[in-house]
Nanobody, 119 residues
Framework: VQLQASGGGLVQAGGSLRLSCAASGLTFSRYALGWFRQAPGKEREFVAEINWSGGGTRVADSVKGRFTISRDTAKNTMYLQMNSLKPEDTAVYYC?????????????WGQGTLVTVSS
């Protein structure tokens, strides 16, 4: 199983970025997918998750109303649209996959992509 995250970069506060996570080696439509992040000196935290069908999502309170998670089964890809970015959103963002929706310890992890938000 491979999860390839991309789309990170440097953006000013108030700006937007879209992260992508391309999956291979698994039956994409059978897995819940999620994003986690880890800021410098902090523990990794949950950001957002989407269930296997795309019909169910959950997001952390800290990003609610600003971040949107989605998936495209035809492309085996998950996205995280991040709007109204804040300096506290600066972190390495990781995508993850698990057969079970709601898992805080997903089985599969991708490499991270760095998001830096300048004030």
């Amino acid at each position: 199983v491979q999860l390839q995250a991309s789309g990170g970069g440097l953006v000013q506060a108030g700006g937007s970025l879209r992260l992508s996570c391309a999956a291979s080696g698994l039956t994409f439509s059978r897995y819940a997918l999620g994003w986690f992040r880890q800021a410098p000196g902090k523990e990794r935290e949950f950001v957002a998750e989407i269930n296997w069908s795309g019909g169910g999502t959950r997001v952390a309170d800290s990003v609610k109303g600003r971040f949107t998670i989605s998936r495209d089964t035809a492309k085996n890809t998950m996205y995280l649209q991040m709007n109204s970015l804040k300096p506290e959103d600066t972190a390495v963002y990781y995508c993850a996959a698990d057969r079970f929706y709601g898992s805080n310890s997903p089985r599969y992890w991708g490499q991270g992509t760095l998001v830096t938000v300048s004030s």
